[in-house]
Structure formats: structure tokens, C-alpha cells
């Protein structure tokens, strides 16, 4: 569908508000009295926002910031850190400018502000919201105290395809996962009420399906029905946006042709007349100059374009800056629609309660808190996931290890390196603060513990690009460094293997320049020599555990043929070591789950598990080359298998869980009842889960539906619930999940979500395979 070409189904003022503390009375009385007051150009300037820091996008320079607060000609500073640095341009602002506006100061804040926890991909992988409200409290909190109130985060991108580098800022590739995860990093960054010292605004990102990037190249044009845009893509945003966030990003991408930073269906049609978003839009960087780029106008073309679509905010751009005011002087752009933009950005000051608390009171030091470390510890080990733990000959499982490992022998690139282990996009994170697997395998085995490095991330001159990771500082004469030699340290590592009875081995890829954003890779291996580190070891008979750390799905295919032990550990943050350590040995149970599905060959993305039917769909058995025509006329690869090599919701436990079968409440369900039940259920799916192992763990139940007879054709297999269980051996607990028409809905031809008569397929299980079945029938 076309921008502009949906009508409005409802009118903003009659929606309830998502975030009540930007419809109140008050705060938008205080709104109006200002607005009267201010010039054009001061209205313009609460539109603008400049980099004042380093730089996260191209350009970024900007020598007159000082001149800007003080004229009041700049809204929003990014990437200006600290309580002196921040109270610097307030100050001017406050007390130079006519208006005392304050500047709100925003920042990306990813997986914690100072004290970094595991990437967000990783913390998607605990499937425990609780988990993702924690992180994002800790960075509100120390953001704040920073003097940064708004946080450029969540990412709740639908990510389906991990060539594309971003994969690691996000929950995944499910929009029920997704949702739930985006509702819980909303609520703990902004605690219900902007205005708490420890809450930050949070800015929803990135606005609209900027995921689904074609190819899984960055920055690439998106181009999907409006069905699946609504269905799958637009969900997450959307419970974002009802559980209060206060902002939203728009992203760099184009959607269906309309570029999504001028994209009225989505910026306005959708998230303000659909959803009632009261908050403001602010560009990405340098998006909405970039629309030239995009061929829809030149510089006051597209900026008119952008402000006109809903966007409220330009972020590093400055087009809003120079070319808005003479387009509103010559009548091209009503003043009301500036207007408008400046009462979302104020709406947003005066609920964080910037007005009556400017500046920030500067606290002591940063530091890593045993506190800290601890809530670190904890939500890393829940994200690790336990993908193959196979008996070996003669020895039985590998993990947990017991007292009865003897010499361990660690090896890998990233076994001892604290700044890849910190993950991508760790900002005011120190990679100082991070315990390496080195060290904290170092604290449980002593002399016990062999280590070699095995080789390098990158192989020959490209090695040397790690060492000069840094946005701000251009890479030059790094040409002399002299170039690793992988053949000779792999030979070296094999030796150290050759004296341990176990090894670790610690393999990924570059989280610091093959990872996040612009990061888009054509292969899913490992990177440089580790593959072939990985096979030398293996050749040498030792058992090996395998830890990945990596912040996309990598491909497997070699070690899960040969490898008896693998550990998916991600980018784990400051207590890396610790929390693989407490996996190890069993101090901790793994729980995790894959959020996304991690394919056998690069050439299947994008994989994921809710596909839809085709006419001739593959027979699952069929593992070898087709040799008849009823095995190939169907939808397959010639040269591998469809299913993913671990699939979605996929993770072991050192115990095993058995499922009943799943029971209804009710088995018929009128059709009007489930209409009418928005935000209710009318059937629970109840299930019995056993602890049938040795030890307690924590099982994380998952349900699926399949709408087996829909006027549009349906996914077979949807996520409608999960639940963390913790059981001790032999215990079993009844886990119960209700239905009702926000999990029975689709969106129809007609664009519209709606539910008819038909049979759900319901399976309960501990991964996107779960087997234990029962059936659901909505009568007319
Ligand atoms: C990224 C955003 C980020 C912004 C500000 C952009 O390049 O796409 O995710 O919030 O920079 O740093």
C-alpha cells in the first residue's frame, strides 16, 4: 500500500494514551504557554540535534555548539558524555538563550551504559524479560548520571537474516519474543514516570523494518506486503510504543519505495493515528539529507518531506536547520506543522523534567561494583545456550566439567581478549573491566589451565585493521605492523592441546569491526584461521568444548559434525569469563534459547522458523540428493536441507524436561467470542513439564499455534507464549497459557486483524520442534 493511501481509521485525540504522562493536561498546558512565546526560528531550533561527541555515523564535526545553545538554535546534543561536559552546554542554553530551553542530551546506550551486560541478541537468548528490564535499568540509571536522559534504545528491529550485522542489537527473529522483549527494555529504561532520577526516555528504533534489509546488506532498501509489515515487522514497534516509549527513531531504509524517514503511512497513519504515539521522531543520523540519496528531491524537497511525514527530530543533518525556515516564509510549509514537531520535542523535556532539573550533579567515578558485577554475572550465564552436549567414547558428556577435569587446555582468539568480549557497540563500556575465559578459568583451575591463542581474528594484513578500531581516528600507516602467522601459532596450539585431556576452544568473530551496524557479512564462518584452528585441534582426538562468541548466528555445520560439546556464549560483557565459567561447571544450569535460528549454510538466510507453506513443501526426512522426481519437484535445496542446523527456541540443560500433552479449557470457541476478547483470553492451554534428569534447572516452555484455515495463508508454526520454569529433579509444574484474539489474530486481505472460523494446531515444547500436540477449534 502506498504512502498517504490509508485513510485514518481513528482519530489520535480518541485513543487511549499509550504514555499518560505526555497526554496530561497539565504538562501540555505548560507546552502551549511556551510554544506562544517562541519565534520561527527558535521553533526550528528545538528541531535540530548535533553531534557533540564521536562520532557514530559519516561526518559528525561540529565547531559551533557553544554558539548554537547559547542562541537556543539546537534541541538535542548527541554524544556528549559527562556531568561537566553536559551541564557545559546547559548552562549556555539556560542562561543565554531567550527562551531557557533546555538541551536534551541522548546517547545510544545498547547493553549498559558504563556497566556492560551481553549484547542485546544474547539477552533476548534468557527469553526472561525480567532479564532485559534490569539491563536497561542499569543504563538508565548510570546514564542519567551522566547527563543523559534520553537513550537512542531499544533496537526492536525484526531480524531474520544475520548477514545483516545489526542482528546483534536485536531480540531476533520472532515478533512474540520481540514484543515481549521490547516492552520489558521500554518499561525498565523508563520506569512508568520520565521524570525519576533513574529513568531515561527511551527512543524506539529503528522505525520501520529496518531488519528486513534485502540481502542482510545495511542500509538497503526494504520491500515486503503490507500483510507481513503489519504482522510481523510492525508488532514489536507497537508494543514498544503502548508500553509509553517516549521517542522513536526512524530508520535509514526504504519501505515498499517510500523511504521510512518520509514515510507518512508508517510515521503517521500508523504510529499516531493507529497507535496514538503522543512522543516525538527523530531522524537516524543524517537520514533525512540522506533522502536526496534516495532520489525524492533535493535538500528543501526532502526535508519538507521528512518534517511533513513525522519527522519531528534531525539528527546530524542540519537540513531542518537551514532549509525550513524560508519554505515556511514563502508559504511552501505551514508554520502549524513546525509547530507541531516542537510540541512532541517539548512534551518530551517537560516529562523528563528537564525544565526544573537542567543539570546534572556530578557523582563519583565509574566503577565496576561487586553489585554490578554480580547482576552482570547473572544475566550472562542466563543467556548462554547449551546447543550440543554429546557422550564421548570412554569419557561420557563433557559439561559440566567436574572435579575430574584435569588439565584444561584454553585456546582461541577470544579466550583472552576484553575488548572483543565486551561486544559491539559497548559505548562508555571499558573493556578494561572484563574478566577474559582466561582469567576466570585461571581462578578455578590454576596450573591446571594450559592456554594458546591459536590464531589470529583476521588473517595476514587485515589483522592489524583490529588494532585500530576506533570511529574517530582514521586508520593510517598501520601497514608495518608486522602480520600474524596463524600456520605457526595454530602448530603451537595443537601442541598445547596434545598435554591437556580437555579443550576449550574459544572461536568467533570480530565484535569491534565485523559486527553491528555496517557490519553485513557474505559468509557466516568463523573468521580468519580459527576454522581451520578449530579442525587441527580436532585432529588431534582431545574432546573439545566449543564456546562461540559471536554476535550473530554463525555457521556450525563443520563443529557440529565433529565436536562433541558447544556452548553459544555470544558477546558476554564484563563478566565474560565468569559467566561461561559458571556454565561450564555446572554451578550454573544453561537455559538458554536460540532467538534466532542458525542455518547450516549462509545460502538458507533468511532462515527462520514461522515460514510459510508452499504447495510443494520439502519432505523433512529427505536428508540425501534427490533421485527421483517426487523428491525434487518440491520446495528444497538441491545441496542441502531446509531445516536450520539448530533451530529457533532451541537450548539443552544439564537436566532433561519432558511435556504431556497439551489440554484445552475448551476445544470449541465461537468465532464472536474470540472477536470480542482484545486484551482477553478465552481458552488456556495448560501443560505438564517434568524434571525428569538429575539436577534442577529452568526450563523456558514454549508455545505454538498454526491457523490451519485462514482467507490469507497462515505461518506453520507461530510463538503465542513462554514461561521460565524452574523445576527440581522429579518435579513437575502445570504451566498454563491463555489465548484470546491478540494471539489468534491475523491481518486479512483487507488489511484488517481479524479471526474466522477455523482449527489452530497448538504444540508445547522446549523449541520451535516442540512435538506434544492438541487442537483448538473457533466455530462460526
Ligand atoms: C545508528 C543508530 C544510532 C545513531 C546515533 C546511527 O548510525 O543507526 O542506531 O542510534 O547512529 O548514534
Redesign the pocket.
Known amino acids: 500500500m502506498l504512502a498517504g493511501c490509508v485513510p485514518f481509521t481513528a482519530a489520535a485525540q480518541s485513543l487511549p494514551a499509550p504514555n499518560a504522562q505526555l497526554a496530561s493536561k497539565e504538562l501540555n498546558g505548560r507546552v502551549e504557554s511556551l510554544l506562544k512565546k517562541m519565534t520561527l526560528d527558535e521553533k526550528i531550533g528545538q528541531l535540530v540535534q548535533f553531534n557533540g561527541g564521536y562520532a557514530?555515523?559519516p561526518g559528525g564535526t561540529n565547531l559551533h555548539n557553544d554558539e548554537l545553545a547559547a542562541k537556543g538554535q539546537v534541541g538535542s546534543f548527541?554524544?556528549i558524555v559527562g556531568a561537566e561536559a553536559t551541564n557545559h552546554y546547559q548552562h549556555l542554553a539556560i542562561e543565554k538563550s531567550r527562551l531557557h530551553i533546555p538541551i536534551l542530551f541522548g546517547?545510544?546506550v545498547i547493553h549498559g551504559h558504563r556497566t556492560t551486560f551481553p549484547v542485546p541478541l544474547a539477552i533476548a537468548a534468557s527469553w526472561d524479560p525480567a532479564a532485559a528490564e534490569l539491563v536497561a535499568h542499569y543504563g538508565a540509571t548510570e546514564a542519567r548520571a551522566d547527563g543523559i536522559p534520553w537513550v537512542?534504545s531499544p533496537?526492536v528491529d525484526i531480524a531474520r537474516d544475520p548477514r545483516w550485522g545489526r542482528i546483534i542489537?536485536s531480540n531476533g527473529e520472532d515478533p512474540y519474543l520481540g514484543s515481549a522483549m521490547a516492552r520489558a527494555w521500554v518499561k525498565g529504561y523508563q520506569q512508568d514516570d520520565l521524570s525519576k532520577p533513574d529513568s531515561a526516555a527511551v527512543?524506539v528504533?529503528?522505525y520501520a523494518a529496518y531488519g528486513a534489509a534485502i540481502a542482510g546488506r545495511d542500509y538497503n532498501a526494504v520491500d515486503m506486503s503490507e500483510i507481513a509489515l503489519r504482522q510481523v515487522y510492525l508488532e514489536p514497534y507497537h508494543a514498544a510504543v503502548e508500553a509509553g516509549a517516549a521517542t522513536l527513531?526512524s530508520s535509514?531504509n526504504s519501505i515498499n519505495g517510500i523511504p521510512a524517514t518520509a514515510n507518512r503511512h508508517t510515521l503517521t497513519d500508523i504510529l499516531r493515528n493507529e497507535w496514538g504515539f503522543d512522543g516525538f521522531v527523530v531522524s537516524?543520523?543524517g537520514a533525512v539529507a540522506e533522502l536526496m540519496n534516495h532520489s525524492i528531491g533535493d535538500g528543501p524537497t526532502v526535508a519538507r518531506k521528512a518534517l511533513e511525514a513525522g519527522v519531528d527530530m534531525d539528527?546530524?543533518g542540519n537540513l531542518y536547520g537551514t532549509v525550513i525556515a524560508d519554505q515556511v516564509r514563502s508559504g511552501k510549509i505551514p508554520e502549524s506543522v513546525v509547530s507541531e514537531a516542537v510540541r512532541r520535542i517539548l512534551r518530551v523535556k517537560f516529562a523528563l523534567g528537564l525544565f526544573e532539573h537542567p543539570y546534572t550533579t556530578p557523582g563519583p567515578a565509574y566503577d565496576a561494583t561487586p553489585e554490578r558485577r554480580a547482576a552482570a554475572r547473572k544475566v550472562a550465564a542466563e543467556t548462554l545456550v547449551l546447543l550440543k552436549n554429546d557422550p564421548v567414547e570412554g569419557v561420557g558428556v563433557l559439561l559440566p566439567f567436574t572435579s575430574k577435569a584435569k588439565k584444561v587446555a584454553l585456546i582461541g582468539p577470544l579466550a583472552d581478549n576484553q575488548r572483543e568480549l565486551l561486544g559491539a557497540w559497548a559505548g562508555n563500556g571499558d573493556p578494561k573491566y572484563v574478566v577474559t575465559l582466561r582469567a576466570a578459568l585461571q581462578e578455578r583451575l590454576g596450573d591446571r589451565l594450559l592456554y594458546a591463542e591459536g590464531c589470529g581474528l583476521l588473517s595476514g594484513e587485515d589483522a592489524s585493521v583490529l588494532n585500530h578500531v576506533d570511529f574517530n581516528r582514521p586508520m593510517t600507516a598501520d601497514s608495518h605492523e608486522p602480520v600474524p602467522d596463524d600456520a605457526k601459532t595454530i602448530v603451537e596450539a595443537v601442541e598445547t592441546a596434545k598435554k591437556a585431556d580437555v579443550a576449550i576452544l574459544a572461536l568467533g568473530e570480530p565484535a569491534n569491526w565485523m559486527e553491528g551496524?555496517a557490519s553485513s557479512r557474505a559468509t557466516l564462518g568463523f573468521t580468519g584461521a580459527q576454522e581451520q584452528l578449530l579442525e587441527a585441534i580436532a585432529a588431534t582426538g582431545k574432546p573439545i568444548v566449543l564456546v562461540v562468541l559471536a554476535g550473530r548466528p554463525l555457521e556450525l555445520k563443520w563443529a557440529a559434525g565433529h565436536v562433541p560439546a558447544i556452548l553459544e556464549a555470544w558477546s558476554p560483557g564484563i563478566e565474560a569469563g565468569h559467566a561461561v565459567a559458571d556454565v561450564l561447571f555446572g554451578d550454573v544450569n544453561p537455559s538458554g534459547k536460540l532467538p534466532a535460528s542458525l542455518p547450516r549454510a549462509v545460502g538458507q538466510e533468511p532462515l527462520y522458523y514461522a515460514q510459510m507453506p508452499t504447495g510443494r513443501p520439502a519432505r523433512v526426512d529427505l536428508s540425501h540428493f534427490p533421485r527421483n522426481a517426487e523428491e525434487k519437484f518440491n520446495s528444497r535445496y538441491m545441496d542441502e536441507d531446509n531445516s536450520a542446523l539448530f533451530p529457533f527456541g532451541w537450548g539443552l540443560s544439564y537436566t532433561r524436561f519432558t511435556y504431556a500433552q497439551p489440554t484445552l479449557s475448551r476445544s470449541v470457541v465461537p468465532v464472536a467470542e474470540v472477536l470480542a476478547s482484545r486484551g482477553k483470553s478465552v481458552v488456556t492451554v495448560g501443560v505438564d513439564v517434568k524434571n525428569t534428569g538429575g539436577v534442577a534447572g529452568t526450563e523456558v516452555v514454549q508455545l505454538y499455534i498454526r491457523n490451519t484455515a485462514a482467507s490469507v495463508e497462515q505461518p506453520v508454526r507461530e510463538l503465542k507464549g513462554f514461561a521460565r520454569v524452574t523445576l527440581a529433579p522429579g518435579e513437575q509444574k502445570h504451566v498454563e497459557f491463555p489465548l484470546g484474539f491478540d494471539e489468534l489474530n491475523f491481518w486479512n486481505a483487507e488489511i484488517k486483524q481479524t479471526v474466522e472460523p477455523t482449527t489452530y494446531k497448538i504444540w508445547a515444547g522446549g523449541s520451535s520442534l516442540a512435538k506434544a500436540e492438541t487442537s483448538l477449534q473457533i466455530a462460526e
Request: no cysteine; aromatic share 16%; proline share 0%.
Open positions: 557514530t555515523g548527541l554524544n546517547q545510544d537512542f533496537m542489537e527512543s528504533k529503528h527513531m535509514f537516524d543520523w539528527m546530524e551496524e
